[in-house]
Nanobody
Framework: QLQLQESGGGLVQPGESLRLSCAAS????????IGWYRQAPGKEREAVSC????????HYTDSVKGRFTISRDNARNTMYLQMNNLKPEDTAVYFC????????????????????????WGQGTQVTVSS
């Protein structure tokens, strides 16, 4: 039932910043753990970050630690990915995703980004970092 829509991608030079947004509709984002994935041409989809606010877990893949920040604003029903000091290697299609907290049988995003399993997905937004 949850629907997600990304925005904010674009073309930037190395060292610049972008903030991606993901608007949720039809259901409250507060009932979900959230995450961001990316996929570069010829590469497998990679989990960039996840945030489990119910249990207090936040993780980032090593290549973006210190540069990217995941956040949410439940009042606006929106999630964000702030990307600073962008590098050409960050070029990819970025997807937002959500996983329902459920009844507590599974703790998502507990040990790392690989623990997160997106159940609902946006369509993706292109981020290109080039000089």
């Amino acid at each position: 039932q949850l629907q997600l829509q990304e925005s904010g991608g674009g073309l930037v030079q190395p060292g610049e910043s972008l903030r991606l947004s993901c608007a949720a509709s039809r259901f409250s984002l507060g009932a979900f753990a959230i995450g961001w994935y990316r996929q570069a041409p010829g590469k497998e989809r990679e989990a960039v970050s996840c945030l489990n606010s119910r249990d207090g877990y936040t993780h980032y893949t090593d290549s973006v630690k210190g540069r990217f920040t995941i956040s949410r604003d439940n009042a606006r029903n929106t999630m964000y990915l702030q990307m600073n000091n962008l590098k050409p290697e960050d070029t990819a299609v970025y997807f937002c995703a959500a996983e329902a907290y459920g009844l507590g049988a599974r703790t998502t995003c507990r040990s790392g980004t690989s623990d997160f399993r997106g159940e609902y997905w946006g369509q993706g937004t292109q981020v290109t970092v080039s000089s």
